[in-house]
T-cell receptor, first 117, second 114 residues
Framework: AQKVTQAQTEISVVEKEDVTLDCVYE???????LFWYKQPPSGELVFLIR??????QNEISGRYSWNFQKSTSSFNFTITASQVVDSAVYFC??????????????FGKGTHLIIQP | KAGVTQTPRYLIKTRGQQVTLSCSPI?????VSWYQQTPGQGLQFLFE???????NKGNFPGRFSGRQFSNSRSEMNVSTLELGDSALYLC?????????????FGSGTRLTVV
């Protein structure tokens, strides 16, 4: 069975602070894919990044960066110089690859990020 | 390019009734998957369709069913509604089925069962 744990239920920071959202996953598969999604109050899940298990390079996209470490089964997400518009619920998700076709995404419980002005 | 469209946006039903939710994927996307989101259970996978066939199914009772049409549009049906079925139902589409396909989600249908 696979599992995604986002231990931080809610984080509140003041605008312009850096913030890191933690994600720890469990899977027995050697090939798998990790995702981060953002869910604003409107409800839609907005795709942020996909990373496969073979690619451990960290990625930076503007103020966003991701640190993938297979040794600790973690895929953490950092927002630099946070802004009020970053306020949302962030989900980490895991999808594995199987011979007969992959299963759906397994999501963590989400981290509610509040950026105060 | 239009995104994933889910209708209706909001729905109120009475316990025991049935409901049908609709999802139109991004043009060209052939895979559609459904998720249920509740405060208690979070986001849970319901099922995934590709080329009009259900390929994967999550751990939900048989009251939850779905189908996909030749134009890739999908519908989800819940029969004999229970109070616990109140949730946000999200649909996601992707180019292909399975593996590392990127998923684009719709805004969801918020179902309230009274």
């Amino acid at each position: 069975a696979q599992k995604v744990t986002q231990a931080q239920t809610e984080i509140s920071v003041v605008e312009k602070e850096d913030v890191t959202l933690d994600c720890v996953y469990e899977t027995r598969d050697t090939t798998y894919y990790l995702f981060w999604y953002k869910q604003p109050p409107s409800g839609e899940l907005v795709f942020l990044i996909r990373r496969n298990s073979f690619d451990e390079q960290n990625e930076i996209s503007g103020r966003y960066s991701w640190n993938f470490q297979k040794s600790t089964s973690s895929f953490n997400f950092t927002i630099t110089a946070s802004q009020v518009v970053d306020s949302a619920v962030y989900f980490c998700a895991l999808r594995f690859r199987s011979g007969g076709g992959a299963d759906g995404l397994t999501f963590g419980k989400g981290t509610h990020l509040i950026i105060q002005p | 390019k239009a995104g994933v469209t889910q209708t209706p946006r909001y729905l109120i039903k009475t316990r025991g009734q049935q409901v049908t939710l609709s999802c139109s994927p991004i043009s060209g996307h052939r895979s559609v998957s459904w998720y249920q989101q509740t405060p208690g259970q979070g986001l849970q996978f319901l099922f995934e369709y590709f080329s009009e066939t259900q390929r994967n199914k999550g751990n939900f009772p048989g009251r939850f069913s779905g189908r996909q049409f030749s134009n890739s549009r999908s519908e989800m049906n819940v029969s004999t509604l229970e109070l616990g079925d109140s949730a946000l139902y999200l649909c996601a589409s992707s180019w292909t089925q399975g593996q590392g396909s990127g998923y684009t989600f719709g805004s969801g249908t918020r179902l309230t069962v009274v």
